[in-house]
């Protein structure tokens, strides 16, 4: 017993000293898709601040492909003393649904940071579909069972569970056709080559002001302030439908809980300043502040929930 406690408190007192002196090199921030998507523009606004705040470099490394699940393995597989991380959107909570073989194990090879924010999704068709709102395209839809396609920022992506959810909660057969990015998924229902998609406001945002897609309705359950106008899925057709799309920050495990915390802290701090809160609004996310542990409990309760609604999805 005597032993059990001299170890656990030279445990502890290790833990604290590392996150004494923590950050001691380079951190890389993985973002397991393209650049330009949401989930890496909020991981360069995090980033650059990091790095002025402690002094150390702060690399964004984009490294996409097969749903987020090429970089969330890489950083699984990382040393756990937080100097590599993995920004991950909603589709992280789904992939054991969508891949047989992952490489990792989505609960237990991660310990949440914290949240960085969540963004309205935004349900769009390129700005010459005849389409003009939720109900017309849900007609449309029933009128010709998978003759409408959308579009993902690739398969697990939040952009295609958002639109597996819609799917589901109107009873529609719908054709999915995945890219590896949402800056793809833009060009190409603009372009009318796909008849629509959700996608994150703040990617989507200058398309739709420049009148390159048109905004029907947004996924949250209230409206989007960057989008006051638009209603929400629910208001346009069809009711009690929600989605909320979320980016978090994870650490591989076993990262010392006291990193944890001082990188926890040292986020919140960042995502509360005035010019990072403005800069957010601005794009259309909110903060979405939570302990390390608050995180972790979000996350179990996600994988639960959406991985239903991936299950009765049909097999891509």
Known sequence: MKRFFVGTA???????????????KTIRIVV???????????????????????????????????????????????????????????????NPVLYDKLQYDTLGDFAGVTPLATLPSVLVVGAGSPIKSVSELIAAARAKPGALNYASAGVGSATHVNAEKFRASANLQLTHIPFKGTPETIVETSTGRTDFMFTPVLASLPAIRENRLRAIAVSTAKRSSALPNVPTVAEAGLPGFVFDFWIGLLAPSKTPKPVLAKLNAEVLRIVNLPEVKERMATLGAEPMPMSPDQFDAYIKDEYATLGAVMRSAPKQ
């Open 10 to 24: 030279a445990a502890l007192a290790l833990a604290c000293s590392w996150a004494q002196t923590y950050p001691t």
């Open 32 to 94: 397991p898709f393209t650049a330009g998507s949401a989930t890496d523009i909020m991981a360069r606004v995090v980033g650059e601040k990091l790095q002025a705040a402690w002094g150390q470099p702060v690399v964004v490394e984009n490294r996409p492909g097969a749903g987020g699940t090429l970089g969330a393995t890489q950083v699984a597989k990382s040393e756990p003393d937080g100097h590599t991380l993995v920004v991950v959107s909603t589709g992280h909570v789904v």
